[in-house]
């Protein structure tokens, strides 16, 4: 979650009730049980009945479902970087933390140290390598 939280506080999104933290925990909580290979809506509706016993506004919660349900998709590692070395954000708020819920879970990989590097179903441009710490720091 660290790299979310850093690049929402970059661009001075409302991080009040931990945004970053939530979205991180629950992002893949869908893998366990997705329904037509598409664990991003899975874990969106686990994440939206687990939130709703806590005391998080609807507001929040929609949010934090909609960035959950829209962070899959592998993007270009050079676009990326420019999204993060430009602190880009999106048209609006849900598309904004989406965007950098999808950054932040492709950078978490660890592409340069993978043993299955080479038989990857990753492209070359997909994979992460080290630049992306000094970025971010």
Not at 18 to 44: E, P, T
Not at 49 to 70: F, P, Q, R, S, T
Not at 72 to 82: F, H, K, L, T
């Amino acid at each position: 979650y660290q790299i979310l939280n850093i690049l929402s506080t970059r661009r001075n999104l409302d991080n009040s009730c931990d945004l970053s933290k939530i979205m991180a925990y629950f992002h893949d909580i869908g893998r366990a049980d997705s329904y037509d290979g598409a664990h991003d809506k899975c874990s969106s509706d686990f994440a939206r009945v687990l939130l709703g016993e806590y005391k998080l506004a609807k507001e929040e919660i929609d949010l934090i479902c909609y960035a959950i349900d829209n962070h899959s998709g592998r993007i270009d590692v050079q676009e990326a970087y420019y999204y993060i070395d430009n602190n880009m954000v999106e048209d609006n708020l849900v598309d904004t933390w989406a965007k950098l819920l999808r950054i932040s879970d492709q950078l978490s990989r660890k592409c340069y140290i993978c043993k299955a590097n080479e038989v990857c179903k990753w492209l070359e441009g997909e994979k992460t390598n080290e630049n992306w710490k000094q970025r971010i720091c």
